[in-house]
């Protein structure tokens, strides 16, 4: 609960894709170690509130025991730190599923605003200060922004235009506002891990539509970034859930909003079960095992820079690193003349059309010795088949 004399402050947080498989493995018990750490900091920090942007599930219909961690994490945040949650779905979540018995819960303190209600509701809370109108802006398609709010939206960005104004109408004018949005704002940077709100680019949304607003608590995108301006945020996801994030500080907004509505933002970091790395480098260096910076139980990926292949590298590293997931090499750029699908393969002999296979697969020509030694295999093979159709 609110301390005596400070101003209202309340956690941002989203994309904690609780159920999330990453490279054949569940990561429940890595989310319920983060998870864990968080819930102590909400009884350290003392915040007036949680608000979580989306996604707080990685599928519309989640594991058993990601349903089980949720209820024990949220059911801690209310019962023994008696803080009130505020949750809007995410593209990952099932709206229906995530939004039962939401009247009921928030008398208890748990707002869940699962699909678009036909009428907008903010969430006030109070300070000393007086009101702060939280505005829950749940992820829906333009189809049912439609039919819900009887608009004539037929993009996101238009969808989401109609959600604010609709809530807007419910608000004094000079009152402090905060808005909740599961979106993607035009210019943000992407993660390979998130899932497309739809195709092409008509799921972007201006970051001008939350002017109106003192703070936006953002959800879908990975990174924690500002998006359009310092007090439009992602808080990006708690985990790092692809190779693509490894060099991403992750971590929580801790959001403090002022008497006029200035707000202050403290990313804070959270310590996970294991990081997520890359290594990059020859088979014999990254063989010498693990760097000071580098913990051998961390979720790995290696890039291999030998020309020559390696023989199950991944099981000669495994001993090494325990949890290396993913053994690469890096694809060069294409080289030779025999690329594109204008290429006749038919006028080239089989040691041509191999040179420009080894020159796209590893960036070097072959060499004289290489050419004859393929020659020779090839002429090896081509023996062994005369000799079976004797």
């Not at 947080?13 to 968080?38: E, N, V």
């Not at 809530?167 to 998130?194: C, D, M, T, W, Y």
């Not at 992750?250 to 959001?255: F, Q, T, W």
């Not at 325990?322 to 294409?334: A, E, F």
């Amino acid at each position: 609960m609110q301390q005596e004399g400070i101003n209202m402050r309340f956690i941002h947080t989203s994309d904690w894709h609780l159920g999330r498989i990453f490279h054949g493995l569940h990561l429940t018990a890595d989310q319920a170690y983060i998870l864990d750490q968080f819930v102590d900091f909400v009884g350290d920090a003392k915040p007036d509130a949680v608000v979580i942007a989306g996604d707080i599930y990685d599928r519309a219909v989640p594991p058993t025991e990601a349903v089980e961690l949720l209820d024990d994490v949220l059911s801690k945040i209310l019962m023994d730190h008696q803080t009130p949650i505020i949750i809007i779905a995410g593209n990952h979540d099932s709206p229906e599923r995530l939004g039962f018995g939401n009247k009921l819960l928030a008398r208890q303190g748990l707002h869940v605003v699962g699909s678009l209600p036909s009428q907008l509701e903010p969430i006030v809370l109070t300070d000393r200060f007086g009101p702060v109108y939280f505005v829950p802006l749940t992820y829906a398609e333009p189809a049912l922004v439609r039919e819900r709010l009887q608009t004539t939206a037929v993009d996101h960005e238009q969808a989401l235009q109609a959600m604010v104004t609709h809530s807007l109408n419910k608000i004094p004018g000079q009152a402090r506002k905060v808005a909740i949005a599961h979106a993607f704002i035009a210019g943000s940077l992407e993660s390979e891990s998130e899932r497309p709100l739809s195709v092409g680019g008509s799921s972007m949304v201006n970051a001008g539509i939350f002017k109106p607003f003192h703070y936006t608590a953002l959800g879908h995108l990975h990174n924690s970034q500002q998006a359009g301006g310092s007090n439009i945020r992602y808080s990006g996801s708690l985990l790092k859930y692809s190779f693509a994030e490894a060099t991403q500080r992750k971590g929580i907004n801790l959001v403090e909003i002022d008497e006029q509505g200035q707000v202050k933002v403290d990313l804070v970091s959270l310590t996970p079960r294991r990081d997520v790395r890359c290594l990059d480098g020859y088979f014999k260096d990254i063989m010498k095992g693990p760097q000071p910076d580098c913990c051998a139980d961390d979720y790995i990926m290696v890039t291999l820079r030998d020309v020559e292949p390696i023989l199950d590298a991944r099981a000669q590293l495994q001993p090494l690193y325990p949890n290396i997931l993913q053994v690469d090499k890096p694809y060069p750029t294409n080289r030779g003349n025999l690329q594109g699908p204008a290429a006749d393969h038919r006028r080239f002999s089989e040691t041509e059309l191999f040179g420009a296979f080894f020159a796209q697969m590893t960036g070097q020509e072959l060499s004289p010795v290489q050419a004859e030694q393929f020659a020779a295999v090839l002429e090896e093979l081509y023996r062994e088949q005369r000799e079976v159709k004797l």
